[in-house]
């Protein structure tokens, strides 16, 4: 009945004899076929904190575009406000994005930072969509809780930069839909753009689903009721909008070819001038010889 409406990660551990490949269709998380010594927590949490930057030397150059039009629907993936336990067993909200798709948990780094969380170095690589690989470095673990509190768990969670954009994609009146009266939804806020902190996978997907499911009227809109209180998921009809792109640009390899190319020429140029001022300095010898 349900179908993975996020294109994220998956992960095998592989082993001395045996590596096994995961059976999702669209992408997945493996570790590196090689073993490392796993620093200890204060180590890991250091490296963690110290923000170090990665130096380039690209050029990059963002061009804004309006696009009018670009869409008359979008899909709705089913978010949840949840809570997290910090280290002093303080409670924060976070909007988390459900997703049966995935075999791992993700955090971000920002809201692990923020809550203080304890990390341990890992080595994932991680490749999604097109093939496009990129490394974790870090996990924590904490306890999870509903809202409502019918659910609570001690989960793991890889971190990443970013868990994936803002989510829905754009904002919408909620008056376009019409729900039960007396359903306690899961992300109040379901309708508004909004950065996500946290990706529940599989394992978290299934504990927390309840038998009950909706349709809403003229809508292919559902609504499942879970631990977490009802989400909302589905196709959304829209009024065609002017959407922003911000296309960026990296002149790096260009500028670097550029520069060998002209470094060529002078070379080349040079080598010109020198053989002849030989020819011309060897005429002069013979006709004054």
């Known amino acids: 009945m349900w179908k993975s409406n996020n294109s994220l990660l998956h992960v095998n551990k592989a082993s001395a004899n045996n590596s096994r490949q995961s059976n999702a269709v669209n992408n997945n998380i493996s570790n590196k076929d090689r073993t490392e010594d796993v620093p200890n927590s204060r180590d890991a949490n250091s490296i963690f904190n110290s923000d170090a930057q990665v130096s380039t030397n690209h050029t990059v150059k963002a061009i804004d575009n309006i696009i009018s039009n670009v869409s008359t629907s979008q899909v709705l993936l089913s978010t949840a406000i949840v809570l997290i336990e910090d280290m002093n067993g303080t409670l924060h909200r976070c909007r988390a994005l459900l997703d049966n798709g995935s075999m791992s948990n993700f955090i971000t780094k920002r809201l692990c930072k923020k809550l203080n969380l304890n990390v341990t170095q890992v080595d994932y690589a991680i490749t999604g969509v097109g093939q496009t ?13 509903s809202r409502n509190g019918l659910f ?12 994936t954009a803002k989510l829905p994609i754009c904002s919408f009146n909620k008056n376009m839909l019409e729900f039960p009266t007396g359903l306690e939804l899961a992300d109040p806020s379901y309708n508004e753009t909004g950065s996500i902190d946290l990706l529940l996978g599989s394992a978290i997907f299934w504990k927390i689903l309840h038998p009950e499911q909706n349709q809403v009227l003229n809508h292919d809109i559902f609504l499942q009721n879970t631990k977490f209180g009802w989400i909302v998921t589905g196709t959304l009809n829209l009024p065609q909008y002017n959407a922003k792109l911000i296309s960026c640009l990296s002149t790096s390899e260009v500028d670097s070819r550029l520069s060998k190319f002209w470094e060529l020429e002078e070379v080349g140029v040079t080598k010109d001038l020198v053989q002849m001022s030989r020819r011309v300095t060897e005429n002069n010898s013979s006709k004054n010889i």
Do not use: D, M, Q
């Open 133 to 145: 690989t990129s490394n974790v470095k870090f996990a924590t673990n904490f306890k999870l809780l």
């Open 152 to 163: 609570n768990t001690r989960i793991s969670c890889l971190v990443l930069p970013e868990v």
